[in-house]
């Protein structure tokens, strides 16, 4: 009997993904033609199976913009998604997010300390020749892995996984509270220039950026794929997991190393993307209709990146110069979605039950 | 061979700058395959703290628990998974799984790294499956099963788990009577093929019906164990539970009600089955039934007569029946 069951689930399933690869696709295709100059299908094609389309102007535009954004949104959003996966579960709270445990307040305090200090060290770094993105990376990088330390050493300690949450939310606030008193001492220019960052971008890195993302987020996204069993476990509650044989606090702090490498990663390279980490895996267990990990990993990780592909193309609509912020996009047309999917379906208490 | 064995254990809460809350103390008892046992005893004396503790949740304030003469302290996770099992009075958080799925969690301590189930895995959890009746509800969600449907769920988890012990926290709370009765058979069912099971209950009455030992926690007292029979006659039971207000009794296994005095007193003869239940609503407003009494009651089924001094009035129910006798005790005052 449960051989038929399991047949039949993994016909459906691949149907699903099969459909989500094709969605995936186009969304890619979409995303690389469409923007300040609309690139044709056959054009593109022919980019992508010989290299050149032919037109000089093009190449450029494809090879040192379009296609290092599509890759970085695609990363950003399988990351997100995953992070936020991992920290609801891990929680059993629907609030929760990547950004929970702190990981994108420590980033935002490490680049206010460079953007406000960088007045005086900015002569420093062009002797040096570190550029002035690597060091809002290195900046964002060491503020999160701050908190990552803080927050694993916690868990160590701490019985109780809410406990860990709330200590998260302490960290927001203090480095909130940080962030302010730097911005209350600094120039103009210094605050735009923070307050840039902090709307999030896809568009900023270069292929030399892409040399240390892609690996660091490919590997964050294989071990989220090996921690799809224990996040199982952990459906039926700690209790439940300990006496299935699960290593609470191993578990735990896999987990939250897992996310944070990820979310970090994503925070110092992009910037804090704050609503779709939240969001999308409510929408996937919505649209899929489980909450079994197996599955939803790695549909998380193939409807977040189409996901992520699509509000960036949005954001970059032909006929206009300007790229919006992609907060603001996915929360502008994430949030609509969301709450048509919830009208509609009315089931997310169905994964939240306390 | 013994599956569980606590030698001297104590049990409790470790406190920081404080001295240990100890709850019991030097609990030495044992569980045999093919037994089924009711741990009771009042909230508040530890019979939760037991279970944790023998489960490795919380450590133990002294003394020893062993598994299959393993002691637990050299157990590892996994491997005391593959010897225990729980079912607990919490639900899984998240409802949006199938039953499939919820069951073939319980093969975690075997299954591989990506939670791959093989052909055994799948074996036993038709078998877990199948021994819990539970086949027609396979393809549901949590979401949509009913308590009792769901208590099987979490019955057939443990199985899967392939354990000799399986500890189950009130699995008959919140369950009607059918369902609570269902749920007792099945685990009676389950012990009889050779496991061991422990059942932590406030259900007097079945778990001294279908239980081959009790296990009753007291304040301050010695943890003691015996077949429920013994307890009972020794008046163990009624101590441990707190009865001895209530008038617990010995011969039907249900509490009375206090007695106001004088009572009417009223001798019962007819029927078994209806002596039984006009015995129980007699009692339950304070009429002594007692062979000496003058008054005699005859039942039937649908067909009560009050006897009295060769005068007889005929009812046609237990309620009429009632009316009638409250009516003459309070003339009779």
Known sequence: MIQQFLETSRQKWTRVFVALVALFLGSLLLNISLGSVAIGFTDLMSFLFSGTTNNSGWDLILKTFRLPKAITAILVGSALGISGLQMQTLFRNPLAGPYILGISSGAGLGVAIAIFLGFYLGGFLELSGIGRSWLLVVAAGAGSLGVLLVVSLAATRLKDSVTLLIIGLMFGAASGALVSILQFFSQAENIQAYVIWSFGSLGSLSWTELHVFIPIILIGLASSILLSKPLNTLLLGENYAISLGLNLKKTRLLIIINTAVLAGTVTAFCGPIAFFGVTLPHLTRMLFNTSNHLFLTPLVIVFGAALMLIFDTIAQLPGMEATLPINAVTALFGAPFVIYILLRKKNLNYSFKS | ?333
């Open chain 2, 1 to 333: 061979m013994n599956l569980l064995e606590t030698k001297s254990l104590s049990i409790g809460y470790a406190q920081q700058n404080a001295p240990n809350k100890l709850l019991q103390r030097d609990i030495s008892l044992s569980i045999q395959p093919g037994e089924i046992i009711s741990l009771m005893g009042q909230n508040g004396v530890g019979k939760t703290t037991f279970v944790k503790t023998i489960s490795g949740l919380i450590p133990e304030l002294g003394g020893e628990v062993f598994y299959q003469n393993d002691n637990l302290k050299t157990l590892d996770s996994n491997t005391l998974a593959k010897r225990l099992s729980i079912v607990l009075t919490e639900k899984p958080y998240a409802q949006n799984l199938s039953v499939v799925e919820l069951i073939a969690i319980g093969r975690h301590p075997y299954s591989g790294w990506m939670g791959t189930l093989s052909k055994k895995d799948q074996e036993i959890i038709d078998w877990a499956i199948n021994e819990t009746h539970i086949n027609y509800l396979a393809n549901y969600k949590l979401y949509e099963l009913s308590d009792g449907q769901l208590q099987k769920v979490m019955i057939a988890r443990a199985l899967a788990q392939e354990t000799d012990l399986i500890i189950l926290d009130e699995p008959a709370a919140h369950l009607d009577l059918y369902n609570k009765i269902e749920v007792m058979m099945l685990l009676r069912d389950i012990a009889r093929k050779g496991k061991g099971i422990l059942i932590s209950t406030h259900d007097m009455q079945i778990s001294t019906q279908l239980s081959d030992k009790l296990w009753l926690f007291n304040f301050n007292e010695q943890v003691r164990e015996g077949t429920p029979e013994d307890l009972i006659l020794d008046g163990t039971l009624e101590r441990t539970l707190y009865l001895h207000g209530y008038g617990y009794d010995m011969i039907y296994g249900t509490v009375n009600q206090p007695i106001e005095s004088p009572a009417l007193e009223v001798n019962l003869m007819g029927e078994e089955v209806v002596v039984y239940w006009t015995k129980q609503a007699l009692k339950r407003n304070g009429i002594v039934v007692n062979s000496d009494a003058k008054i005699i009651i005859k039942c039937q089924k649908g067909h009560w007569s009050v006897i009295q001094e060769n005068h007889a009035i005929d009812f046609n129910s237990i309620n009429n029946l009632l009316i009638s006798l409250r009516n003459f005790h309070q003339n009779k005052d």
